[in-house]
């Protein structure tokens, strides 16, 4: 790697001027679209860094799908975010834009030491140079932290298929499936991480379960671990396994002891399976067969009256086990997501009525199809007359003749949609934004303006965790740290009409990750505006005589930018929400299946017992956002706003008292100051202001709101991991860094005991805050303790965290909504 590293290092010096020359030529292009400067990487950028990368001899580089782990190999190519003041010099001030650079990962396993390195290509348009990224304090990062890639798993199910041979007849009497030509009755293996608790150990837990519909909930009682740390797979072996509440330190021994009749087993029996839909599916259930007593699975003995044949594995527990159902049979649109693009320059009028709720009547002659009521957009061709007192929902009466189906309400938009949408810029009313999804961290906001003014530069998750508590051997340390597994490339197809509205706009995504090349991910995101359901302000002003002065009404549509995550067993919804009176939100929905482990009695001091033989263990999931705000500029200071309350005697009789709130208003100067633990109440105001001051003398602010207060989960000095110490935090506030942009990776997962970048010491390096460049670190949770409604996954109502962003005196006066698409009325 030597040679590699000084050849590289001479080519990108001695190419940077010509890759000056080159931006300049292009920069009168690039200040008309303002924005180029942090668009994705397109398809075909990707691809030429591929091509430049595959022309370099000295990489050695082979194909991703060799099976093998003994080769050098691209994993990742993502856009290199480019330096914050670089950005800012060419938005605000007409600069030269920055070179867009990749980001680049490679598996060097053919190596004698091998390793994973990071390197930043460009420029992507037309690549020229690659320079090793180093790392804080120059470590290297190991072989054992690198992702999991579609080749190590393959390798994976292989070693544990020959290394269960043993055990194929003990599978066979206690599930009816098998891993040895199974036809139909397959096993299949889930495994969770962290991949060890000791550092540069690669050692994983692999859960035996039916592969099934929803075969998280259907586990067998049989988990192993496996070490897989070497680039030869031959290496590979099972350290362990664990089955029923009992270890053994192989497969071979538990083979033996069943043999020999001194193995408990549980014996999962398929009672009636034309009858009783499975119970891990989205089929309405029947009722059960056979009684689940409240004690758990029992333990019956053989006896000499007993007539139910008992093979030789010793004592058994009987289980029903239900069938399979077909599978889901909604029908998925074969042409992709269809992208809106406006013109250059924006020309599409922006209707001001926002979307409506309109149901047919009976003398409409409007068809109505099965889906139920609409919501209505006006449109000149449409001749119906539209009152001007906003929406109104029109209700079927008995005479109501055309049916209506349960397919609920459905979204009606006019023929041009309420924003406008170029590449990735998305301007509503007064909003105006930037977003892409991040093959790493997920859905990210960018230069986000509201009325004319910036209100953060950078909006997006940090990291994700699902922690998991159970008594078998992978629930006592599941965590699943999700920006190791890719969290914005880990996408699926959004349905029109389920995951967003059938008049969404839909987009496409492409990543490079684990592949020889970009994957196109169809409907990977939506936009749409849809309305909140309650008016954003109304009054309604009586006289208390039977009449009315006046009255005014504002509707309140809403519009979301959305996307999903699939880990495993868990979903997110990934919401970013723009209100039209400068409030934006940021939220996580999650609807995952229960990570069951098998039951046990001991297991339900950590889990809810939710079937014959499946616990559904406690877990929460926590997201830290990084909100890098400018609020009107970026130098702004941090204040909390506490009420307290006050007893004082009342001034017209002495004799009483009274109590009133008052507020107190605390400057917090330095970072550990504004660093709240889970131990301390957060303040209810928090904002973060301007330097300057509003026509009225109030400082300008913008409040940061956390409506979900997280629980402590992982405290202090908690096995004294560095890459778990962001949970420790609901709230820390920093001055802005370069090199605090990320704390968390795709190592992390992988690599936490030997982590370079720790966010404690974002904070423990106690900066001064005021009047800085802020970022707001925030951390979300959502604790679920599973319960019997949760099948086969648990629902998104109630589910949901995240925080709000609203203005707080950051208007010179009352604010008004002209620009904004609103509806308004007013009889005054």
Not at 257 to 285: C, F, H, M, N, R
Not at 319 to 345: D, H, N, T, W, Y
């Amino acid at each position: 790697m030597n040679l590699v590293g000084r050849s590289l290092a001479l080519g990108w010096m001695t190419t940077i001027l010509v890759v000056q020359v080159s931006v300049a030529r292009h920069s009168r292009w690039a200040l008309n679209a303002k924005t180029q400067a942090l668009w994705d990487l397109s398809p075909q950028e990707l691809e030429c860094v591929h091509n430049f990368l595959v022309n370099r001899r000295e990489l050695e580089l082979q194909s991703s799908k060799e099976l093998t782990l003994a080769k050098n190999s691209v994993f990742l190519i993502e856009m290199l975010k480019p330096k914050k003041y670089e950005v800012l010099d060419f938005l605000d001030n007409r600069a030269m834009p920055p070179v867009r650079e990749a980001r680049v990962l490679i598996y060097f396993g053919a190596q004698e030491y091998p390793n994973v390195t990071e390197y930043a290509v460009g420029p992507v348009e037309q690549p020229m140079y690659m320079r090793k990224l180093s790392r804080k304090g120059g470590q290297e990062l190991s072989w054992a932290s690198r992702p999991m890639s579609k080749v190590e798993s393959v390798l994976l199910f292989h070693t544990l298929k020959t290394a269960t041979e043993p055990l194929q007849d003990f599978f066979f009497d206690i599930t009816g499936f098998t891993l040895q030509d199974c036809n139909g009755g397959c096993l299949t293996f889930t495994n969770v991480a962290p991949r060890a608790m000791t550092f540069r150990k690669r050692l994983s837990w692999f859960l035996l379960q039916r592969l099934v519909n929803g075969y998280f909930l259907q586990p067998t009682g049989l988990e192993l671990l496996v070490d897989h740390g070497s680039t030869d797979a031959q290496d590979w072996r099972v350290e362990q396994v664990w089955y029923n509440g009992k270890f053994y330190n192989s497969p071979e021994e538990l083979a033996q002891k069943y043999a020999d009749g001194e193995v408990a087993i549980v014996v999962l029996e398929d009672p009636l399976p034309k009858i009783s839909p499975q119970y891990s599916t989205y089929k309405a259930s029947a009722e059960f067969p056979m009684p689940i007593s409240k004690g758990g699975p029992r333990v019956l003995q053989p006896s000499a009256e007993f007539q139910i044949p008992i093979s030789k594995g010793g004592p058994r527990v009987l289980q029903p086990m239900l069938q399979s159902s077909a599978e889901f049979q909604i029908p998925i649109s074969k042409g992709g997501p269809r992208v809106f693009q406006p013109s250059a320059e924006f020309q599409i009028p922006i209707s001001k009525g926002g979307p409506r709720v309109f149901q047919s009547s009976a003398e409409s002659q409007i068809p109505i199809s099965k889906g139920g009521p609409r919501v209505f957009q006006p449109s000149a061709e449409f001749q119906i007359p539209i009152s001007k007192g906003g929406p109104r929902v029109l209700q079927s009466s008995a005479e109501f003749q055309i049916p209506i189906s349960k397919g609920g309400p459905r979204v009606l938009q006019p023929s041009v949609p309420p924003y406008s949408l170029k590449h990735n810029t998305v301007i509503y009313g007064d909003w105006s934004f930037f977003f892409k999804l991040h093959s790493s961290y997920g859905l990210q906001l960018f230069n986000v303006y509201f009325g004319g003014e910036r209100i953060a530069y950078e909006i997006g998750v940090q990291e994700v965790m699902a922690l998991y508590r159970g008594h078998a051997a992978e629930g006592r340390e599941t965590k699943y740290v999700d920006v190791g597994w890719g969290l914005g490339g880990i996408t699926h197809q959004l349905t029109p009409g389920i995951d967003c509205p059938d008049t969404a706009t839909f987009l496409d995504a492409s990543h490079y990750y684990d592949s020889d090349g970009p994957v196109l991910y169809q409907r990977a995101l939506c936009i749409f505006e849809v309305p909140k359901g309650v008016p954003l302000r109304r009054h309604f002003n009586s006289n208390f005589r039977n009449s009315f002065s006046s009255h005014a009404r504002l509707n309140g549509p809403m519009l979301v930018l959305r996307t999903t995550s699939t880990i495993h067993n868990h979903d997110y919804i990934w919401d970013f929400i723009f209100h039209p009176n400068g409030v934006m939100e940021g939220k996580m929905y999650a609807s995952d299946y229960v990570h069951a482990t098998f039951y046990t009695s001991e297991g339900l001091v950590h889990s809810t017992h939710l079937h014959s033989h499946l616990p559904g263990n406690v877990h929460s999931h926590l997201a830290h956002y990084r909100i890098d705000l400018d609020v009107a500029g970026t130098k702004n200071r941090f204040q909390t706003l506490r009420t307290r309350v006050e007893s004082i005697t009342s001034p017209w009789t002495r004799r009483s008292q009274q109590v009133k709130p008052i507020l107190d208003k605390t400057q917090h100067f330095w970072e550990r100051q504004a660093a709240f633990h889970f131990r301390q109440t957060l303040p209810k105001y928090l904002l973060f202001s301007n330097a300057g001051e509003s026509v009225l003398g109030h400082s300008r602010s913008y409040r940061l709101q956390v409506p979900s207060v997280p629980e402590q989960m992982l405290p202090p000095g908690w096995q004294s991991s560095p890459a778990f110490t962001w949970p420790r935090y609901q709230l820390a506030v920093t001055k802005y860094q370069e090199a605090e942009r990320f704390h968390s990776s795709l190592y992390n997962q992988n690599h936490h005991w030997a982590y370079p970048m720790v966010f404690e010491d974002f904070v423990h390096n106690n900066e001064n805050i005021k009047d800085e460049d802020l970022v707001a670190w925030v951390t979300v949770d959502l604790s679920h303790n599973p319960q019997s409604e949760d099948g086969p996954n648990m629902a998104t109502q109630e589910n949901s965290a995240g925080f709000l962003l609203q203005p707080f005196d950051f208007f010179q006066g009352f604010q008004r909504y002209t620009a904004s698409p609103t509806h308004y009325q007013c009889v005054c």
